[in-house]
């Protein structure tokens, strides 16, 4: 008989994930996965073996975790594999809502309909997953429910699952505890997040072989979902690099950001030998967007000014500022000779447009270039890279404007912008003049039982863990639904 019996809980469903178990007594613990309870006995698996336990013999929580995974495993199997695709994450980063696939007929071969039901899939790390992406044949494992609240129509009651069934358990577990019996927090809020796409429009240079392009860091900072390089009406995808020298040692670079990509330009005729002095006379060269914020002005915008300080990392100072409309641009001197560039990166939609300048401290109101001689001591270290070649220096600035504007590029950077959503909390009714001083109105709520009969929140038979719209199924006769 005990033979018979250690033989049906091995092989009554899948491991769990190991999991620290304690004796009843709290004096010894064992890392172990969970095989099946039945009865008064435990299946785990010990060190890749599986072994048989009295339930008895452990603590009350843990016995309590091994009963509600045996359901939840029980219940995974019954629902089958499943196919499914991840909509959106929920706002607390918390786990992903799904759109379950819907069955096609195998006769017509069609591709399969994403447009099923909508669900909850808990996980451990929300960005471990993307928008679009789709698994097919998933074991999933109940968690509970939730309440959807999406950013159009009424909020509902969805199913909440995991990929892993200990996930499941201990999830669907501490949402129990946290509800403190109320039926009402027995399904937690799940809201859509309410996202705006904004664009960052930033200046860049090529400065090397390869399509190797120099641009503001702030154009990727805090993350970004696309970047591209846009030049002559055509959208270049960019990759950000940390450039290495012959000997694989990563480089320090000045304050630029280094990017490649395929864009069909040669490198900017920028380099010069002359020694930059504080005081001396530059023009700023910058030009600004078009009306699409696809390309630049063909006419340069000019100012002039002096240089003003040295800083650190290959960078000056100087005070002959542009119009924050100016993305970026170059710093001549006199002659045309190019000293450096500077960025202007600006942003639009969102919460509205605005340079990085904005976010940054004014200093005496000195604006900050990078130094074309840090940028060819940059290359020469770079294998396949070579300095920047010498300009073609002329004292006509219109001129020299339309030679720099050739090598020069508009960088977008798309990021996301959340807006934090606040759930209006529901009105409680109130108690009916023939309920006792204090006493509450039954919480509101439905589970769907596997018969199909729908239960009210105040049925005996009533299971948070399969909660349900107040339509479906058939009302209990106990309840009337």
Not at 240 to 255: R, V, W
Not at 340 to 356: C, L
Not at 417 to 438: E, Q
Request: hydrophobic share 35%.
């Amino acid at each position: 008989m005990k033979t018979r019996l250690t033989a049906a809980l091995l092989m009554a469903c899948t491991v769990v994930a190991a999991r620290e178990w304690q004796s009843a007594d709290g004096s010894k613990t064992v890392d172990a996965g969970f095989v099946a309870v039945k009865g008064g006995k435990l299946a785990l698996s010990v060190a890749g073996k599986n072994a048989v336990f009295p339930l008895s013999s452990f603590a009350a929580e843990d016995q309590q975790f091994a009963k509600n995974a045996q359901v939840i495993a029980e219940t995974a199997a019954k629902l089958g594999p499943q196919s499914f695709e991840f909509a959106h994450p929920a706002e607390d980063g918390s786990g992903w809502i799904c759109r379950m696939a819907l069955k096609t007929d195998p006769k017509a071969g069609g591709p399969k309909l994403f447009t099923g039901e909508a669900f909850f899939l808990v996980t451990k790390d929300a960005f471990a997953h993307q928008k679009g992406q789709r698994i097919e044949n998933q074991t999933l494992f109940g968690a509970g429910g939730r309440t959807y609240h999406p950013l159009v129509g009424d909020p509902a009651m969805v199913r909440a699952f995991s990929l892993e069934a200990e996930h499941a358990t201990k999830v669907w577990m501490d949402v129990m505890a946290a509800s403190g019996g109320d039926v009402a927090k027995q399904a937690p809020n799940v809201l859509e997040p309410d996202v705006e796409i904004a664009t960052r429009h930033g200046f860049g240079i090529v400065i090397g072989k390869g399509g190797l392009v120099a641009t503001d860091p702030e154009i990727v900072k805090k993350g970004f979902k696309s970047l591209v390089i846009h030049h002559d009406g055509k959208d270049y995808p960019a990759t950000l690099i940390s450039p290495k020298d012959k000997e694989g040692a990563d480089l320090k670079t000045p304050d630029v950001q280094i990017v490649t990509c395929a864009v069909p330009l040669e490198p900017a005729r920028i380099g010069t030998k002359k020694i930059i002095e504080v005081g001396q006379n530059v023009f700023a060269i910058g030009f600004e967007l078009n009306t699409g914020k696809k390309g630049f002005s063909s006419k340069a915008t000019v100012t002039r000014g002096i240089v003003s300080r040295f800083g650190s990392n290959g960078s000056f100072q100087h005070d002959a500022r542009l119009s924050p409309e100016n993305p970026g641009g170059y710093l001549v001197g006199e002659k045309g000779d190019v000293l450096g560039f500077f960025f202007q990166t600006q942003t639009s939609g969102g919460s509205g447009r605005k340079s990085s300048s904005d976010d940054k401290p004014a200093v005496e109101a000195l604006g900050s270039c990078v130094s074309t001689q840090a940028i060819s001591k940059l290359l020469e270290r770079i294998p396949g890279q070579s300095e920047l070649r010498t300009s073609v220096t002329t004292e006509d600035m219109e001129a020299n404007g339309k030679a720099l504007l050739a090598s020069s590029v508009l960088v977008l950077a798309t990021f996301e912008i959340n807006k934090p959503r606040k759930i209006t909390p529901p009105k409680v009714a109130a108690p009916a003049a023939n309920m006792p001083p204090g006493a509450n109105p039954p919480p509101a709520g439905w589970s769907l039982s596997k018969s199909g009969i729908r239960h009210s929140s105040k049925c005996r038979y009533y299971n948070a863990q399969y909660p349900c719209q107040p339509t479906e199924g058939q009302p209990c006769k106990v309840c009337g639904g």
